[in-house]
């Protein structure tokens, strides 16, 4: 069972740049999200789902884009990516916010220049 | 607004001794308070849960504590162990809130 998996590992952008990081969870949870991790901010969230074809704004959501086709993927765009992008990103699903545990991908390191 | 808050960055404890983590929040719709663990270069990972409907939750070296009046939560790690040593994280939801909110973490080391 692979749970939640995110590829990129590891990624270096130049400033302006675009790209997708991957999010894919088979263990048919509803809820999905995206975290940052900085030093010093702990984990804030960019994006969530509540379900295929919902998403909403988290904490830090601007300069990214989400969407929700199926229940399985949750991938997070950078539209333009800039250096305060620098981060580690992590994706998480739960089949609930109020009950239970969410489960985390690996994450993905992420640097701009 | 930081609405999840872990005012110490880190603490150190010897092996065998209780270490006790604090978070506090300011959202009175959070009824449902998780703590998770992180070591380095891996995502983090559950460690214990409680529901607003309780102010205990034990699972074997740790019990989860919750103060609602003073919006404060507690974790104690009894006996504290080397491998213990990672950042522990607290988090926030709510039946009325379909946000996880993490606070900053506690950096844990556990020496010999």
């Known amino acids: 069972n692979a749970g939640v998996t995110q590829t990129p590992k590891f990624q270096v952008l130049k400033t302006g740049q675009s790209m997708t990081l991957q999010c894919a969870q088979d263990m048919n949870h509803e809820y999905m999200s995206w975290y940052r991790q900085d030093p010093g901010m702990g984990l804030r969230l960019i994006h969530y789902?509540?379900?295929?074809?919902?998403?909403d704004q988290g904490e830090v959501p601007n300069g990214y884009n989400v969407s929700r086709s199926t229940t399985e993927d949750f991938p997070l765009r950078l539209l333009s990516a800039a250096p305060s992008q620098t981060s580690v990103y992590f994706c998480?699903?739960?089949?609930?916010?109020?009950?239970?545990?969410?489960?985390f991908g690996q994450g993905t390191r992420l640097t701009v220049v | 607004d930081q609405q999840v808050k872990q005012n110490s960055p880190s603490l150190s404890v010897q092996e065998g001794r209780i270490s006790i983590l604090n978070c506090d929040y300011t959202n009175s719709m959070f009824d449902y308070f998780l703590w998770y663990k992180k070591y380095p270069a891996e995502g983090p990972t559950f460690l214990i849960s409680i529901s607003s409907i309780k102010d205990k939750n034990e699972d074997g070296r740790f019990t989860v504590f919750l103060n609602k009046s003073a919006k404060h939560l507690s974790l104690h790690i009894v006996p504290s162990q080397p491998g213990d040593s990672a950042v522990y994280f607290c988090a926030a939801s709510g039946i009325y809130t379909d946000k996880l909110i993490f606070g900053t973490g506690t950096r844990l080391q556990v020496f010999p």
């Open positions: 789902s509540v379900g295929a074809g919902i998403t």
């Open positions: 998480a699903s739960s089949y609930s916010n109020t009950e239970g545990e969410a489960f």
